[in-house]
């Protein structure tokens, strides 16, 4: 099982009250491990359809070999923006980063759009920021500023 199959341990949390801290923490650990998934797997489909990476720089590597929005056979796709991409599994909520050259940005308010296609509507970007700061503190997230951005803390 992927670390991020996870989401079914506290999905349902979110449905039922306004998540703890702990949760948020936890929430913001299976976003990255999703994150970290959708980059693979769409690596993964761009090299079974021919091409080679560049680098970790997805958005800045296929121009003019891939188009920017795409899908995939079992139903997912993709949307490259600017330095970053929306990547959809079949399955899971869309998940959105970017990259500066070989770290994957994360963005508080992307987390909080994740956590809204997962039941969490309401919770507040500051709430989502404060469980990132706690990865941080943990050596997982590294502080990238201004205050909501991070960088995801190589493998």
Same mark, same amino acid.
């Given at each position: 099982?992927?670390?991020?199959?996870?989401?079914?341990?506290?999905? @349902?949390?979110?449905?039922?009250?306004?998540?703890?801290?702990?949760?948020? $923490?936890?929430?913001?650990?299976?976003?990255?491990?999703?994150?970290?998934?959708?980059?693979?797997?769409?690596?993964?489909?761009?090299?079974?359809?021919?091409?080679? @990476?560049?680098?970790?720089?997805?958005?800045?590597?296929? @121009?003019?070999?891939?188009?920017?929005?795409?899908?995939?056979?079992?139903?997912?796709?993709?949307?490259?923006?600017?330095?970053?991409?929306?990547?959809?599994?079949?399955?899971?909520?869309?998940?959105?980063?970017?990259? &500066?050259?070989?770290?994957?940005?994360?963005?508080?308010?992307?987390?909080?759009?994740?956590?809204?296609?997962?039941?969490? &509507?309401?919770?507040?970007?500051?709430?989502?920021?404060?469980?990132?700061? $706690?990865?941080?503190?943990?050596?997982?997230?590294?502080?990238?500023?201004?205050?909501?951005?991070?960088?995801?803390? @190589?493998?």
């Amino acid at each position: 099982m992927k670390e991020s199959d996870r989401t079914s341990d506290w999905r @349902p949390l979110f449905a039922q009250q306004e998540p703890s801290a702990d949760q948020l $923490v936890e929430g913001v650990r299976i976003f990255v491990a999703q994150a970290r998934d959708a980059e693979v797997y769409l690596r993964q489909w761009m090299i079974a359809a021919g091409m080679t @990476p560049a680098d970790r720089t997805l958005a800045h590597c296929w @121009p003019g070999l891939v188009p920017g929005r795409g899908s995939f056979s079992d139903g997912g796709g993709y949307w490259f923006h600017g330095i970053g991409c929306v990547i959809k599994i079949a399955g899971q909520a869309p998940v959105d980063v970017d990259w &500066d050259g070989a770290a994957m940005l994360l963005d508080a308010w992307k987390v909080q759009r994740w956590f809204a296609a997962q039941g969490a &509507d309401n919770t507040a970007v500051d709430a989502i920021v404060s469980a990132m700061n $706690v990865l941080v503190a943990d050596g997982e997230l590294i502080a990238d500023p201004p205050r909501n951005h991070f960088r995801a803390s @190589p493998q």
